[in-house]
């Protein structure tokens, strides 16, 4: 069975960047790679998304590797609200979700 | 516009019970889909309903059933509780046509099984 790591936790202090790996060797080629975030008591909230290409938006911006067998979610500027825990998933054409463990990112004032 | 609404919030079931799980998705959203979130084994999808219709589903049991309705509201259902059910149930909705399009996640129905 495939599967997608991820680091256990990772710490930064406010106003500096995060980079969150992602590890998907068995990645299919038409995986879409997605990055959720989930705070305590709520649900999964979408960070970015991509394929091939490396994507920006206004929450992150996500490194993928050339070979695909790799991620790097980057926040750029980290700050309180950051604080959560973000898992890397495979998406597949069939429409299932696999997810990695998640990282827990702690930040400090 | 209104978010992903699951309920119960909360629900206490005994072994050997069933229970009915809702969600409510985001207007004009027509896929479905339900995961389990434990502390061991992380989040698991369960399976995805789209237009009435059973898309895919994880590796559960067959205790663990869905259904969509044709307002695209959805229910899970889960017969002859076990102690390891207990976990949070969370659903999400999306428009279900793409690989790359976002899912909304309610904010889930924490089930314990005593």
């Known amino acids: 069975d495939a599967k997608t790591t991820q680091p256990n936790s990772m710490e930064s202090n406010e106003e500096e960047p995060v980079h969150l790996p992602c590890n998907h060797s068995?990645?299919?080629?038409?995986?879409?790679i997605h990055w959720y975030r989930q705070l305590p008591s709520q649900g999964p909230e979408y960070v970015i998304h991509?394929?091939?290409s490396n994507v920006n938006n206004r929450m992150a911006s996500l490194a993928i590797a050339e070979d695909r067998k790799s991620s790097t979610l980057i926040l750029h500027r980290a700050t309180l609200r950051d604080a959560a825990v973000y898992y890397c998933i495979r998406r597949s054409n069939d429409y299932k979700l696999s997810f990695g463990a998640g990282t827990t990112v702690t930040v400090r004032a | 516009k209104a978010g992903v609404t699951q309920t119960p919030r909360y629900l206490i079931k005994t072994r050997g019970q069933q229970v009915t799980l809702s969600c409510s998705p985001i207007?004009?959203?027509?896929?479905v889909s339900w995961y389990q979130q434990t502390p061991g084994q992380g989040l698991q999808f369960l399976f995805e309903y789209f237009s009435e219709t059973q898309r895919n589903k994880g590796n559960f049991p067959g205790r663990f059933s869905g259904r969509q309705f044709s307002n695209s509201r959805s229910e899970m259902n889960v017969s002859t509780l076990e102690l390891g059910d207990s976990a949070l149930y969370l659903c999400?909705?999306?428009?279900?046509?793409?690989?790359?399009?976002?899912?909304?996640f309610g904010s889930g129905t924490q089930l314990s099984v005593l």
């Open positions: 068995t990645i299919s080629g038409t995986d879409y």
């Open positions: 991509g394929l091939t």
């Open positions: 207007s004009g959203h027509r896929s």
């Open positions: 999400a909705s999306s428009q279900g046509q793409a690989q790359g399009e976002k899912l909304f």
